[in-house]
């Protein structure tokens, strides 16, 4: 049985010093109270950041002021640690709001293979869109969390919120069946929550399957939908420009994994992979 499958009961949030790990927090501690889930945070101290503070040429730039200063570790330590316990606050924070069970854990390694080593043990991993590259694309622990996790991953967009209606491409298979499931869940409302993208070769296979996410939801009527095509670049152009989230499973027949990392790119709504 996939997380999918069962329900939410933990939701892992990656945390850093970026505001968008701020906003993921936001984001699961308000998916938490939906769901009655706990709120797990973790963070990473990056080893290799680590490993290059004890470079002999290595220089921390002050933001705004662009001032250099030597980068040593054990300066590096300890700006980890004042980072961490400011997360565990806000975390902290977010669980009192929301009223919710919640706890905090620090790791240290690599920071993409800690945060999907925890993910195994969550029903949904939550995840900023940061990135160090000029730009303002997904960094790496987002694009190997969409490419590589078994448990559902929600990178989120330039939006905080994880509001309905959430767009769900939708092509009948058993992977795309788990991920309107979860996306059901999510919405709290099946009917009105959700639109389908139907990802078909013609506009009567389209009917067909809104018929089938009608019997899969039990609903008296069919989930609005919009027949896309049959093929990736549909699903690209319905979704690029919408500000709700973005629901897909990452093993869908019709859909090549290599489009997510694009769907990451292009997008600015959140987009959550399910497996």
Same mark, same amino acid.
């Not at 300066?75 to 806000?90: D, F, I, Q």
């Given at each position: *049985?996939?997380?999918?499958?069962?329900?939410?009961?933990?939701?892992?949030?990656?945390?850093?010093?970026?505001?968008?790990?701020?906003?993921?927090?936001?984001?699961?501690?308000?998916?938490?109270?939906?769901?009655?889930?706990?709120?797990? &945070?973790?963070?990473?101290?990056?080893?290799?950041?680590?490993?290059?503070?004890? /470079?002999?040429?290595?220089?921390?730039?002050? *933001?705004?002021?662009?001032?250099?200063?030597?980068?040593?570790?054990?300066? *590096?330590?300890?700006?980890?640690? &004042?980072?961490?316990?400011?997360?565990?606050?806000?975390?902290?924070?977010?669980?009192?709001?929301?009223?919710?069970?919640?706890?905090?854990?620090?790791?240290?390694?690599?920071?993409?293979?800690?945060?999907? @080593? !925890?993910?195994?043990?969550?029903? /949904?991993?939550?995840?900023?869109?940061?990135?160090?590259?000029?730009?303002?694309?997904?960094? =790496?622990?987002?694009? &190997? =969390? &969409?490419?590589?996790?078994?448990?559902?991953?929600?990178? *989120? @967009?330039?939006?905080?919120?994880?509001?309905?209606?959430?767009?769900?491409?939708?092509? +009948?298979?058993?992977?795309?069946?788990?991920?309107?499931?979860?996306?059901?869940?999510?919405?709290?409302?099946?009917?009105?929550?959700?639109?389908? $993208?139907?990802?078909?070769?013609?506009?009567?296979?389209?009917? @067909?399957?809104?018929?089938?996410?009608?019997?899969?939801? =039990? $609903?008296?009527?069919?989930?609005?939908?919009?027949?896309? +095509?049959?093929?990736?670049?549909?699903?690209?152009?319905?979704?690029?420009?919408?500000?709700?989230?973005?629901?897909?499973?990452?093993?869908?027949?019709?859909?090549?994994?290599?489009?997510?990392?694009?769907?990451?790119?292009?997008?600015?709504? !959140?987009?959550?992979?399910?497996?």
């Amino acid at each position: *049985m996939t997380p999918a499958d069962r329900g939410l009961r933990r939701i892992l949030v990656a945390l850093d010093a970026s505001r968008a790990s701020l906003e993921a927090l936001e984001a699961g501690a308000a998916i938490a109270s939906r769901s009655g889930a706990e709120l797990e &945070a973790l963070f990473v101290e990056d080893i290799d950041l680590l490993r290059a503070a004890g /470079l002999p040429c290595g220089l921390q730039i002050s *933001m705004p002021s662009g001032t250099a200063r030597p980068l040593d570790r054990r300066s *590096m330590e300890s700006e980890l640690r &004042a980072v961490a316990a400011r997360a565990r606050e806000a975390v902290e924070s977010a669980a009192r709001a929301s009223g919710i069970a919640s706890s905090f854990r620090v790791a240290r390694g690599r920071v993409a293979v800690e945060v999907l @080593g !925890a993910a195994r043990n969550a029903d /949904l991993l939550v995840l900023g869109r940061v990135s160090r590259r000029i730009g303002s694309g997904p960094g =790496a622990t987002a694009r &190997a =969390a &969409a490419r590589e996790s078994s448990t559902p991953v929600l990178v *989120m @967009g330039r939006e905080a919120e994880i509001e309905p209606p959430l767009l769900v491409a939708y092509d +009948g298979s058993p992977e795309a069946d788990r991920a309107l499931d979860l996306a059901a869940r999510l919405s709290g409302d099946a009917a009105g929550g959700l639109v389908l $993208l139907l990802v078909a070769g013609r506009e009567e296979d389209a009917r @067909g399957l809104a018929e089938r996410a009608r019997q899969r939801l =039990a $609903l008296p009527t069919p989930p609005r939908s919009r027949w896309i +095509g049959g093929g990736w670049e549909g699903l690209v152009a319905a979704a690029r420009g919408a500000r709700s989230p973005l629901v897909l499973s990452g093993r869908s027949p019709a859909l090549p994994e290599i489009l997510i990392e694009g769907l990451l790119d292009e997008l600015e709504a !959140a987009v959550l992979v399910v497996r």
